[in-house]
């Protein structure tokens, strides 16, 4: 039995997801990275999107321009919003379109910083985290693992992502090991 797809068409719904996106990664993010993130499974249709942008600028979302692209920043507003509303979004939805959006921003940070390994963090409801971790292949730049874990608050999430970050080449050399035939 195929999973329906969830659809976002609420304008301010699409708001309120921008601003949970770019605080769960708790970095800005570029037009081009919301569009490719909440395209995902036609989540968000790309008008939709646009207007939704167009919406958070005037009091949810702080506008950079960085390398002739425009990247979105929270506000305090955008946090409060994130926080406050952004439980109200299916936890499906918030689930693979944070996974979605950790693969995104690893991968564009990666190829600017020639890094191959990116974790980042996310706090859920119950006051647990998801630890999202990604390696990319150093020869192919793709991804070569994603590892979800689950925390059971952000001082261990903190932990696990310091333990990771700190000790890159050993944890892909583990997971190497572990999944070689």
């Given at each position: 039995m195929e999973v329906p797809k969830i659809r976002i068409d609420d304008i301010d719904d699409i708001c309120v997801l921008i601003c949970y996106l770019i605080y769960s990664l708790g970095c800005p993010l570029s037009t081009s990275q919301l569009a490719e993130i909440t395209s995902l499974d036609e989540a968000v249709n790309y008008f939709d999107l646009s207007n939704a942008l167009e919406k958070v600028r005037i009091n949810l979302c702080t506008e950079t321009f960085v390398d002739g692209e425009t990247f979105y920043a929270n506000t305090p507003q955008g946090i409060k919003a994130a926080r406050d509303l952004g439980a109200s979004l299916p936890l499906s939805?918030?689930?693979?379109l944070f996974r979605e959006a950790v693969r995104v921003y690893?991968?564009?940070a990666m190829k600017k910083k020639?890094?191959?390994l990116s974790v980042r963090y996310i706090k859920n409801a119950d006051s647990t985290c998801t630890v999202g971790?990604?390696?990319m292949d150093e020869i192919t730049a793709r991804q070569k693992y994603y590892v979800a874990v689950t925390a059971k608050n952000e001082q261990e999430a903190d932990?696990?992502?310091h333990k990771v970050s700190s000790d890159s080449k050993s944890f892909a050399k583990y997971l190497d090991d572990y999944f070689d035939k």
């Amino acid at each position: 039995m195929e999973v329906p797809k969830i659809r976002i068409d609420d304008i301010d719904d699409i708001c309120v997801l921008i601003c949970y996106l770019i605080y769960s990664l708790g970095c800005p993010l570029s037009t081009s990275q919301l569009a490719e993130i909440t395209s995902l499974d036609e989540a968000v249709n790309y008008f939709d999107l646009s207007n939704a942008l167009e919406k958070v600028r005037i009091n949810l979302c702080t506008e950079t321009f960085v390398d002739g692209e425009t990247f979105y920043a929270n506000t305090p507003q955008g946090i409060k919003a994130a926080r406050d509303l952004g439980a109200s979004l299916p936890l499906s939805i918030r689930e693979k379109l944070f996974r979605e959006a950790v693969r995104v921003y690893t991968r564009d940070a990666m190829k600017k910083k020639g890094s191959f390994l990116s974790v980042r963090y996310i706090k859920n409801a119950d006051s647990t985290c998801t630890v999202g971790i990604t390696v990319m292949d150093e020869i192919t730049a793709r991804q070569k693992y994603y590892v979800a874990v689950t925390a059971k608050n952000e001082q261990e999430a903190d932990i696990i992502k310091h333990k990771v970050s700190s000790d890159s080449k050993s944890f892909a050399k583990y997971l190497d090991d572990y999944f070689d035939k």
